[in-house]
């Protein structure tokens, strides 16, 4: 008897090591979805403030008035970052670019000074840049305003496809999650149906025979999220290793929301999926439980 029973036992503990391996694969999967979406956030705002709109000063300013019109410039509210470069710094880079210094030709500095503009995500499209630059042109001492307007509208219009792709992938993996979690959960539940059944000819309530399955599902669920985000971040932490970079586009706050998802899925859905599979045993009635 007692073998009986701990022969019951060791198979109990082997399915809920092997429901919460599974659960916690189809975490990692929906922490995956997760990171991505929010890194192609960040990263159509990365990309969008890394385009350069320059303004092209007149050959009369002097530094000073460059320092000031920057100063200006600076303050707006749709201005990133602001890069100055000055006559003389044009002329070091091109004189490196060339081999020659062109003055010696020229007979003076045929450069003019620049500002190199980043703007905000949100205004890094051409219906906005082209009213940003005409309020800059507005400004004294600017001869030209210049951007690359094909590369703004590929830019915009290839992150807009990516997102959608994004958003459809998200929407299947959610779905196939949602079943895969609920098939080994009311596998594990099947497996006990006639216990269920045993409750219910004493007389427990629904309420009562529910309660310990839908506490054992919170804790499966819980150590679940966290074996997956262990795994998950892991993963990352390689990945850094490999690319540091990568911090540009999944920063921290990323990193907590996808383990916060992961938490409350892995407890909220294993819950939810509990629920539904003992309620089914339990509208079941004796002769039903043989057919299954």
């Not at 890394?50 to 530094?63: E, H």
């Not at 620049?114 to 219906?127: S, V």
């Not at 309660?211 to 990945?239: D, H, Q, T, Y």
């Not at 892995?266 to 999926?273: P, S």
Request: net charge positive; glycine share 6%.
């Amino acid at each position: 008897m007692a073998k009986r029973r701990n022969k019951a036992r060791s198979h109990h503990s082997l399915q809920v090591v092997t429901l919460c391996i599974s659960t916690a694969m189809v975490l990692i999967l929906i922490g995956m979805v997760v990171l991505t979406v929010f890194t192609s956030r960040n990263l159509s705002s990365y990309v969008k403030e890394n385009l350069t709109v320059t303004m092209i000063l007149q050959p009369d300013m002097s530094t000073e008035e460059s320092a000031a019109l920057c100063q200006r410039i600076r303050s707006l509210h749709y201005i990133n970052s602001l890069n100055f470069i000055s006559k003389e710094q044009a002329l070091k880079e091109g004189t490196r670019e060339l081999g020659a210094n062109p003055a010696e030709f020229a007979g003076q500095n045929p450069f003019t000074g620049e500002i190199e503009l980043q703007l905000k995500a949100n205004y890094a499209n051409n219906d906005s840049i082209k009213n940003i630059e005409r309020e800059l042109r507005t400004y004294r001492g600017v001869s030209d305003i210049t951007y690359p307007q094909n590369l703004v509208e590929s830019v915009n219009h290839t992150l807009g496809k990516i997102s959608l792709v994004l958003l459809v992938i998200a929407i299947l993996l959610t779905i196939v999650s949602f079943s895969l979690m609920n098939n080994t959960i009311r596998l594990s539940i099947y497996a006990r149906r006639f216990s269920i059944h045993t409750m219910k000819l004493v007389g427990a309530s629904w309420g009562f025979i529910r309660a310990p399955f839908l506490r054992r599902a919170v804790m499966e669920g819980l150590v679940s999220a966290l074996l997956a985000i262990a795994v998950l971040g892991v993963g990352l932490c390689l990945l850094y290793d490999y690319e540091p970079d990568i911090t540009k586009v999944l920063s921290w706050d990323v990193l907590v929301i996808t383990a916060g998802v992961m938490l409350a899925f892995g407890v909220l859905i294993a819950t939810f999926c509990s629920w539904l599979s003992v309620n089914k045993f339990l509208r079941m009635k004796a002769g039903d439980l043989y057919k299954i």
